[in-house]
């Protein structure tokens, strides 16, 4: 049987004010899909540590990813996704966006299509907008290029990091839900004041210009946003002081991660990343949140085998 097998990182979404734009690959989990010819039809099956994934493809980000790639290329083969799960899903970590890139990636393997990631970018937000009722490109985009990228329109680009001993805290509340990102979307404003426009277009560009200069108070500047995690803030009661006790902990900053409800947290050599680690895990338990803390580190892009 011809198959192909990719392999696609985690994800945190709207870096500090970069809601749907500004995201990074991280080495935390990744997923595994395998994708077949078959004269069955589009199959989807899931294996791994999740329960509440659909296989049905309409319904599952890489079946739906791959449904619409096939169908704009005119391929009329069938075929079988075995996905194997290792991005917990539903927890702000690109779950549903790392399943879809690298399916798309195998597909476009598996019938030579030479799509460019931009391409591969397009058809692998199309299954987002299935699980999450509208296609945001930002974590197919990170898990897709890999490193810290701006989705900019049809163009997603790469920032060129210069930042040697950074690395991130994950704080992973068990808190999964279904249609949690839908329900999270929501929440975001329609309209918004001209003075939060303004500081997030600061924060925006300091991000931005932080990382690519390696200059540590602009990223920890950057790392904040006026607009959507202020909208989502009953989602994660906990985050504001997990937030101070990061920066207490000499942190470079955090931030929501994606739709939450988990936090990242930007550290270097200059964090006590114990600390952070220890009084976080007890905030979140005082609260009643039971947490897994996870380090990692900037992940690559989308690898077919
Ligand atoms: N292949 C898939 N992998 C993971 N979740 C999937 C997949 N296909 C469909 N889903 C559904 O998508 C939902 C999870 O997506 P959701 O956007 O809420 O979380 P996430 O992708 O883990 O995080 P985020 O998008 O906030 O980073 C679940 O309800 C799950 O059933
Ligand atoms: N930008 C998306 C990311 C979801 O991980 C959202 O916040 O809805």
């Known amino acids: 049987m011809d198959c192909r097998k990719s392999f696609a990182f985690s994800s945190s979404a709207n870096l500090g004010s970069g809601f749907d734009i500004l995201s990074v690959a991280h080495d935390a989990f990744f997923d595994e899909v395998e994708a077949c010819i078959s004269s069955d039809g589009i199959r989807v099956s899931v294996v791994g540590n999740e329960v509440m994934i659909p296989e049905d493809p309409l319904r599952n980000s890489a079946g739906f990813s791959v449904i619409s790639l096939l169908k704009d290329y005119g391929i009329k083969d069938g075929v079988t996704l075995k996905i194997k799960k290792g991005v917990p899903a539903g927890l702000g970590l690109g779950s549903s966006g790392a399943s879809a890139a690298a399916a798309v990636a195998s597909v476009n393997s598996l019938f030579s299509l030479g799509l460019s990631k931009d391409s591969m970018v397009k058809y692998s937000m199309l299954g987002e907008g299935a699980v999450a009722g509208t296609p945001h490109p930002d974590n197919v985009a990170a898990s897709i290029f890999g490193g810290f990228v701006a989705v900019l329109g049809e163009r997603t680009v790469n920032l060129s990091l210069k930042y040697d001993d950074l690395k991130f805290i994950l ?132 690898r077919v085998e």
């Open 171 to 302: 704080f992973i509340p068990s808190l999964a839900s279904n249609d949690k990102t839908k329900k999270a979307r929501e929440l975001v404003p329609k309209i918004v004041e001209t003075s939060s426009y303004v500081k997030n277009m600061k924060y925006g560009l300091s991000l931005v210009l932080g990382l690519e200069r390696g200059d540590r108070d602009l990223i920890r500047h950057g790392l904040n946003d006026e607009i959507v995690e202020k909208a989502r803030l009953p989602m994660f009661p906990y985050y504001p002081k997990l937030k101070e006790i990061a920066l207490s902990g000499n942190a470079i900053g955090s931030c929501v991660s994606g739709a939450g409800p988990s936090i990242i947290v930007f550290a270097d050599n200059e964090t006590d990343v114990n600390l952070i680690e220890t009084e976080g895990e007890k905030l979140m338990e005082s609260m009643g949140y039971s947490v897994n803390i996870k380090q990692a580190k900037v992940g690559g892009g989308v």
